[in-house]
């Protein structure tokens, strides 16, 4: 999936996953969720993230392929216990969903991902090719869910 489309993607979820959580700074709990979003493509080196993270994305790329164990849920749930296990609070949580929405999204296109990595080959995926019209149809969607969310 395109950046834009994880990111809309995951403001949908920050923005419903925040009635769970009343107490929360809304923009930290924002940035969180959008952060968590973007992490999974420190895999792929032509990735948003891996651009404004280089040099922890030139120790990542070389050890891991594409959509391998960056994009399974051991990493979300290692960050979710390492970050609540020195911040109390929402924010290991919020990465983590973040996270999730990331894979989840990714997990509707032909390559899909393999939430197990590498424990099993289970492999999810769906009818949406990356930046394809349908993608960009995906987009549009969200964006009106956002604004329907916001108004
Ligand atoms: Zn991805």
């Given at each position: 999936?395109?950046?834009?489309?994880?990111?809309?993607?995951?403001?949908?979820?920050a923005?419903?996953?925040?009635?769970?959580?009343?107490?929360?700074?809304?923009?930290?709990?924002i940035?969180?969720?959008?952060?968590?979003?973007?992490?999974?493509?420190?895999?792929?080196?032509?990735?948003?993230?891996s651009?404004?993270?280089?040099?922890?994305?030139?120790?990542?790329?070389?050890?891991?392929?594409?959509?391998?164990?960056?994009?399974?849920?051991?990493?979300?749930?290692?960050?979710?216990?390492l970050?609540?296990?020195?911040?109390?609070?929402?924010?290991?949580?919020?990465?983590?969903?973040?996270?999730l929405?990331?894979?989840?999204?990714?997990g509707?296109?032909?390559?899909?991902?393999?939430?197990?990595?590498?424990?099993?080959?289970?492999?999810?995926?769906?009818?949406?090719?990356t930046?394809?019209?349908?993608?960009?149809?995906?987009?549009?969607?969200?964006?009106?869910?956002?604004v329907?969310?916001v108004?």
């Open positions: 999936m395109m950046f834009f489309t994880h990111m809309a993607f995951a403001l949908v979820v923005l419903t996953a925040y009635h769970y959580f009343p107490s929360a700074n809304l923009y930290i709990f940035g969180l969720i959008l952060f968590g979003a973007m992490l999974p493509d420190i895999d792929n080196k032509r990735s948003k993230i651009s404004k993270m280089r040099p922890v994305a030139a120790l990542i790329n070389p050890l891991t392929k594409h959509r391998g164990i960056f994009h399974s849920v051991f990493i979300p749930i290692g960050i979710y216990f970050i609540d296990s020195f911040l109390e609070g929402y924010y290991g949580l919020a990465l983590s969903l973040g996270y929405s990331h894979i989840a999204i990714d509707l296109t032909p390559a899909g991902v393999n939430f197990l990595h590498p424990i099993s080959t289970l492999r999810l995926h769906g009818p949406i090719m930046n394809s019209f349908v993608e960009k149809i995906l987009l549009a969607v969200l964006v009106v869910v956002l329907w969310m108004v």
